[in-house]
């Protein structure tokens, strides 16, 4: 089996001095007081382009011969890895030809734009990396040019493993826990490697989000499968199937495979922000988002977590609240059936609503010739608690309702 190799990485760690930055291994003290532990964070977030892919796009390309580089590179990203293969083409002087799917956060289009300048073109193209991945090999095939894959590469592989590096080097205490995001898994691979060769004692622990398991799925079927659905909200992790090379890698060398909500991931990102003022990708806070997994495992042990990336795209701060204030069980929405007479209304906020509950979204338009007429209500309470009440003084009320909040199809297409 074809495996990256930690003499390998230490090469890559030499090319890549002069162009990445040793990013900093920094105690949260947050973190630490909140799980009992020595919780650190390797923060790739503050990379050069504020995510650990330059690191494996470069490490490839520097392997590249000039004819080969002449013919330009290719690659399909969501995101961070087409900024790092960006960045290095510029660097280089090296054309470099990024599909990315139709769904990436604009915010990751102008920063490819911006690291890449007129080195690269970009192309849009389907609904997922996949999607993009075909139109990729397709082009690559075409010209004779080098795909440069995300993370189904040993160069690649061994690029990201120099983040395993730095965490040994900057740690001055021996490590019982590593915590990294897993998407397609060249991370996982190269940082384990590393961890197994410096550090076996180690416990390795990948994190995907739940509603894209690729990795997980695969391990517990003993095979590489391919997802038919996923959530793909977490864009920098949602991948529907895991390198080849990497699943070898990892089903060897990892621990366990987490599964983190999306709403929990959506719920650290904005603790990261409101307690220490870090800014991270849905991606980036998996890591962090799985220490209440292991909590009572953790306690009083030396933890480390990548934060792989920065990339967060401001507009998505009202979806990512939304989302976690229903997973923390905070926002409700409900199908409510109004009678159709003058005061309704307000008999609903006088002997259902508590003092401290929020309609946060009302939607109601009266129709004729009806008793009752439906009104899409969005609720946000203060304690999670409080939920069970709402319920009982709903039903007591005689308001007839349909709690949707659980019917993803229905809330989808409502909300």
Request: a negative charge; one cysteine or more.
């Amino acid at each position: 089996m074809q495996k990256p190799q930690f003499n390998q990485i230490l090469q890559a760690a030499e090319r890549l001095a002069p162009v990445v930055k040793h990013t900093p291994l920094e105690k949260s003290e947050t973190l630490s007081a909140k799980y009992g532990a020595n919780i650190y964070l390797k923060r790739e977030d503050l990379q050069t382009v504020r995510s650990y892919k330059l690191r494996g796009a470069f490490n490839k390309m520097s392997s590249l011969s000039k004819v080969e580089l002449s013919k330009g590179v290719v690659c399909a990203s969501a995101g961070n890895h087409a900024q790092g293969l960006a960045w290095a083409c510029n660097f280089m002087e090296v054309k470099g030809y990024i599909f990315m799917p139709n769904t990436t956060p604009k915010q990751k289009i102008r920063q490819v734009r911006y690291f890449g300048k007129e080195w690269v073109e970009i192309m849009l193209v389907g609904d997922t990396y996949d999607d993009a991945s075909a139109a990729a090999y397709a082009y690559t095939e075409k010209h004779g040019s080098t795909y440069v894959h995300p993370f189904d590469d040993i160069q690649v592989m061994e690029g990201q493993g120099t983040v395993g590096l730095e965490i040994l080097e900057d740690a001055d205490q021996a490590i019982d826990y590593v915590f990294f995001a897993i998407g397609g898994g060249g991370l996982a691979s190269g940082v384990s490697t590393v961890f197994k060769e410096r550090s076996p004692e180690t416990t390795l622990i990948g994190v995907e989000p739940e509603g894209a398991p690729s990795m997980k799925k695969s391990l517990e079927m003993g095979e590489l499968i391919t997802l038919q659905s996923m959530d793909k909200f977490v864009d920098g992790a949602a991948v529907a199937r895991v390198g080849e090379l990497t699943f070898e890698v990892c089903k060897n060398q990892l621990t366990d495979v987490l599964l983190v909500p999306e709403g929990k991931v959506c719920s650290t990102i904005l603790d990261l922000y409101s307690e220490d003022a870090i800014v991270v990708e849905p991606a980036g806070a998996l890591s962090i988002a799985a220490l209440d997994q292991m909590a009572d495992k953790i306690k009083g042990k030396n933890v480390v977590c990548v934060i792989g990336g920065g990339n967060n795209d401001i507009l998505r701060m009202e979806e990512i609240r939304e989302r976690s204030l229903i997973y923390e069980g905070l926002k409700h929405y409900f199908i409510l059936r109004f009678p159709q007479r003058a005061g309704a209304l307000q008999g609903f906020l006088s002997d259902v609503l508590g003092p401290t509950d929020d309609i946060v979204f009302f939607e109601y338009s009266k129709k004729t010739a009806r008793e009752r007429g439906p009104a899409l209500v969005g609720i946000e309470i203060r304690n999670k608690e409080d939920f069970e009440g709402l319920l009982r003084k709903l039903e007591a009320s005689g308001f007839q309702y349909t709690y949707i909040n659980d019917k993803p199809e229905l809330f989808e297409f409502l909300i």
